[in-house]
Nanobody, 123 residues
Framework: VQLQASGGGLVQAGGSLRLSCAAS????????MGWFRQAPGKEREFVAS????????YYADSVKGRFTISRDNAKKTVYLQMNTLEPEDTAVYSC?????????????????WGQGTQVTVSS
């Protein structure tokens, strides 16, 4: 499967953005999907994950209550709605897909990665 992320941009603190990750290929509904981010000089960080059916979601503590992950299997797309953005959320955000059973926050468990989309939050 190939993944294409979009929706990043520049926003003021307190603002919102919605990221999208469109998948091509078959069996998108078989993949757990996740969002990760990496800020300059920092390691990649887990953001959110959603199960195959969308019935189960998991968030990093730093984004819980502000970000919402969702998916539309018919459109082969996963979304990340980001509200109340903070300068600390500035990073390149990447989506990933896991076909194997894996811990939702473990990047090593994801098989496919899309290119990142830049999110910049100004103070």
């Amino acid at each position: 499967v190939q993944l294409q992320a979009s929706g990043g941009g520049l926003v003021q603190a307190g603002g919102s953005l919605r990221l999208s990750c469109a998948a091509s290929g078959r069996a998108f509904s078989n993949y757990r999907m996740g969002w990760f981010r990496q800020a300059p000089g920092k390691e990649r960080e887990f953001v959110a994950s959603i199960s195959y059916s969308g019935g189960s979601t998991y968030y990093a503590d730093s984004v819980k209550g502000r970000f919402t992950i969702s998916r539309d299997n018919a459109k082969k797309t996963v979304y990340l709605q980001m509200n109340t953005l903070e300068p600390e959320d500035t990073a390149v955000y990447s989506c990933a897909g896991a076909l194997r059973a894996t811990a939702p926050n473990n990047p090593l468990g994801y098989d496919y990665w899309g290119q990142g989309t830049q999110v910049t939050v100004s103070s």
